[in-house]
């Protein structure tokens, strides 16, 4: 039996990716200095390393234009002299706030957020930087791999495969308690891509994972959609995965498919036929 380990972020589109963005050069000088008072925990003090690097990310982008490139990764984490860990959360920290994008390739790097369009998925919408078109395509591609996985995590998910995506499922049902869709779409990737992470079809979990990390990289916010609170949608959503998982691990072939076909068509069925699906 093939066991996985949760992978990157990961979500869903009503389960509504990183939200990126950088900035130009800056005094070093200005930066301030890392706490390192002895009574301050090894994870305490990272958090408020990776906030103090956010708040020096996000000046930078309030003086530039929206859209205008910030710089790489590494020359922003160096102009924050941080470690790469502590940067990479500073930057999760500034993509859920919608301040920065990040474009890969030649000329890409991080760039100050643009917040125009938006696809809407179910009965939320996620707002994106410039890339619309790539992220509806790449959540109907999705959603149309989501019964393979399954299939595969039937025959595959090992007893810790299984408490491994409860643990999201936890994550989740925190982020409805604490009434943040934000931090649940993100929690919903995240349980998406270690159900990728279990199969054995190393090109199916790879393409998935690729989906969601394109996603994710274009989300800057959730929002409401439609009259029924943002809120109660995501109470909902979560009560779907728990029962998918808890299908998962009864081996019921026949209602883990049913609950990811309800998974799928709940968002398709809520969309705008003239928005992009």
């Known amino acids: 039996m093939h066991t996985g380990s949760a992978a990157q972020a990961g979500a869903d589109p009503a389960d509504a990716s990183d939200l990126r963005r950088s900035a130009p050069q800056a005094n ?3 930066l301030p200095r890392v706490d390192r008072r ?3 925990s090894p994870r305490s003090a990272g958090s408020g390393r990776a906030e103090r690097a956010a708040e020096r990310v996000a000046a930078l982008v309030q003086s530039v234009p929206p859209g205008s490139r ?3 990764k590494e020359e922003l984490r160096t102009l924050c002299e941080v470690s790469v ?4 959360e500073a930057l999760r920290l500034l993509q859920a706030r919608g301040l920065v994008t990040v474009k890969p390739g030649p000329g890409g790097g991080l760039f100050s957020a643009e917040q125009t369009p938006m696809v809407r998925l179910g009965n939320s919408v996620l707002a994106l930087d410039a890339q619309e078109a790539d992220v509806a395509n790449a959540v109907r591609i999705r959603d149309a791999l989501d019964p393979l996985l399954i299939e595969d995590t039937l025959w595959h998910a090992s007893p810790a495969d299984i408490a491994g995506l409860r643990e999201h499922i936890a ?3 925190k982020a409805v308690g604490d ?7 993100h929690a919903n990737w995240r349980l998406h891509a270690a159900i990728a992470a279990i199969t054995p079809n190393v090109l199916l979990g790879s393409l998935y994972t690729s989906l969601l990390d394109l996603i994710e990289g274009h989300t800057l916010s959730v929002l409401p ?3 029924q609170p943002l809120d109660e949608y995501i109470a909902h959503r979560h009560t779907l995965h728990r029962d998918l998982i808890d299908a998962l691990d009864r081996r019921d072939r026949h209602e883990a498919l049913r609950l990811i076909h309800e998974h799928n068509t709940t968002l398709a069925a809520s969309e705008d036929p003239h928005a992009p699906s």
């Open 28 to 30: 070093r000088a200005s």
């Open 38 to 40: 002895a009574d301050a």
């Open 70 to 72: 910030l710089g790489t």
């Open 85 to 88: 860990g502590t940067f990479n």
């Open 171 to 173: 994550v989740m049902e």
């Open 179 to 185: 009434a943040d869709p934000v931090a649940f779409v």
């Open 225 to 227: 959609a439609s009259e």
